[in-house]
């Protein structure tokens, strides 16, 4: 499937070449309050065209603001945001857009209506959308289409979804959740299309809380956390960017104020004879932990994968004094 | 335009497949037409112009379209909105005016067929005898002069959530429907009550039937009163999607 509207769009004097110059998005210092709550505060991301991004946060931390501000469904407070070099809401007219949006309690599909017919209808609402039966089948849904949208499990209404979103053949999806309700099997051959549908040069920007799947499936990881951008690159690099460890170990007599002093401590935890520590310097913490003459035994030493990575970068930085969330 | 029309085209076919919902709203004020017409002689003459049963048929006209208006608009608008559909639609090129413009209409749509079951119901079981023309006129203006209601049904479905729609919808209908004389003629009422019956819809929605039938002609402070009432709510829709547009909520 091309994209034809790359070569029938007037000259923006961007080079629309599939996957190589110019923006697919741009956040420029972005703010947006809600009340007096910052959900973004001085967000700015960049994301080039044919890109896969997974937008990675804790709940609460402006994923999802982030994606109501690309598709001009909010508007920033402070800064700017481009959207394929125009403005979000006339991306989103222009139908370049393809989005999957969090849908709380409900199915996100009209109600009393065939899935085919509200295929058909998404499809009518583009100028150029993409043959029917390759939406079909891209999302997996030949099987339901003579369903009523209410007789829809979770994870189905998902996946037509999913099709209302690509039903316009977009330049640019967007995809909040997009596996929530989804099981494994229907989860990785979700991911498996969007590899596919990647691969045609187009952009994929996903929000997700699934750390392996953005590992697996995103050329950058972009980890939001309070509004800002915390962390942005590859998977793998962010996991080596960060040296945090957990040591945990059993003491006779232990001392809470002994463990704080110790070189690279961050967060002591002592429960009963068990100690946790948190350390972004392993190796500093236990030279110190035996020259304190602490007796200690059964140390153990863990950390180190994507998940810890995730922690230790929305947990720690100037903006979180305590810690908590 | 194209798009307008699949969106239209949809939304038609959508209410149409519903027809349990469309068999309650039609059957509701013919019901009512039946079980009121016995509340007083049928030959009694109101305000002294019409007798009691051209008086509840027009009645029930306006009663049938605030009722098609407030289900069709108001409780199927909500639970669509509840249910994200409506925000999916605004992340697709539908512009935020075909929306609203196309629920307003499918709720005209259905308002018409209820007027004329009421008609049809009023010739037959309430023996109302009308010319042709009088009977054509009193439809036609019945059905386009129900536009306010249809804002308003549409303004309630954007106001209400999906489980506030239930009660919000049901008090608006009898506090309409009871204030604005549709069940009882407001000549017969406290002087209070009389002069608000003047700033409701209802009221004069029904005025303009009843006029109509009678020969009176028409009065121009009902139609200024409806016209008022639909540009208001419309106005309301469009802030209300606004701030919604600027808040993220859909």
């Known amino acids: ?325 | 335009m194209g798009q307008l029309l699949a969106f239209g085209r949809f939304e038609v076919g959508r209410l149409v497949r519903s027809w349990k919902f469309l068999v309650i709203t039609v059957g509701f004020p013919v019901t009512f037409y039946m079980l009121f017409l016995g509340n007083r002689r049928a030959g009694e003459v109101i305000g002294g112009t019409v007798p009691w049963r051209v008086y509840l048929m027009v009645s029930m006209c306006s009663f049938g379209a605030l009722v098609a208006a407030l289900t069709a608009g108001g409780g199927r608008l909500s639970t669509e909105r509840a249910s994200g559909w409506s925000r999916q639609l605004r992340v697709t090129p539908l512009p935020a005016w075909s929306y609203v413009t196309t629920k307003v209409s499918a709720t005209m749509l259905v308002i018409l067929p209820v007027i004329v079951l009421v008609d049809v119901v009023g010739a037959t079981f309430g023996g109302v005898e009308l010319s042709a023309g009088t009977w054509l006129s009193l439809t036609v203006v019945m059905w386009l002069t129900a536009l306010p209601f249809a804002v308003l049904g549409v303004f309630i479905g954007f106001m209400v959530t999906a489980e506030t729609a239930f009660p919000v919808v049901t008090a608006l209908m009898f506090v309409l429907g009871y204030f604005g004389g549709l069940f009882n003629p407001v000549a017969g009422m406290p002087a209070a009550l009389r002069a608000a019956a003047h700033v409701l819809p209802s009221f004069h929605h029904a005025s303009i039937g009843l006029a109509l039938v009678d020969g009176h002609g028409l009065t121009a402070t009902n139609w200024l009163v409806l016209v008022g009432y639909a540009a208001l709510l419309a106005l309301a829709i469009m802030v209300k999607h606004r701030t919604e547009e600027a808040r993220g909520i859909s």
């Open chain 1, 1 to 325: 499937m091309r994209l034809r509207r790359q070569t029938s769009e007037p000259n923006t004097g961007r080079l629309r070449v599939r996957g190589l110059g110019g923006l697919a998005l741009r956040f420029d210092e972005v703010t947006h309050r809600y009340g007096s709550h910052p959900a973004l505060d001085g967000l700015s991301l960049e994301v080039a065209r044919g890109e896969t991004v997974a937008l990675l946060g804790p709940n609460g931390a402006g994923k999802s603001t982030t994606i109501s501000h690309v598709l001009g469904l909010l508007k920033p407070h402070s800064g700017s945001v481009e959207v394929l070099g125009v403005a979000p809401r006339r991306a989103v007219a222009e139908g370049r857009v393809g989005a999957m949006l969090q849908t709380g309690s409900g199915s996100g599909l009209p109600p009393g209506v065939k899935v085919s017919a509200t295929l058909r209808l998404a499809r009518r609402l583009y100028r150029d959308p993409a043959p029917f039966d390759l939406t079909v089948e891209r999302a997996g849904i030949g099987h339901l289409l003579d369903r009523q949208t209410q007789r829809l499990s979770g994870g189905q209404a998902q996946s037509v979804r999913f099709a209302l979103a690509i039903a316009g053949n977009p330049e640019l999806v967007f995809l909040d959740e997009p596996t929530a309700a989804m099981d494994v099997a229907g989860r990785r051959s979700f991911w498996q299309m969007i590899r596919q549908f990647r691969n045609e040069g187009r952009t994929i920007v996903f929000a997700t809380h699934h750390l392996e799947e953005a590992d697996q499936v995103a050329d950058r990881v972009v980890v939001i956390n309070r509004g800002r951008v915390v962390a942005d690159g590859p998977g793998a690099s962010l996991k080596a960017s960060v040296t945090a460890r957990r040591l945990r170990f059993v003491c006779q007599h232990p001392l809470e104020g002994a463990f704080d002093l110790l070189d690279g401590v961050t967060e002591v935890e002592v429960r009963g004879l068990g100690v946790t520590l948190d350390s972004f310097d392993a190796d500093a913490t236990v030279r110190a932990l035996v020259r304190s003459h602490v007796a200690f035994t059964d140390l153990e030493v863990t950390g180190g994968g994507l998940e810890d990575a995730f922690v230790a970068l929305t947990q720690r930085g100037p903006a979180l004094s305590g810690g908590a969330r």
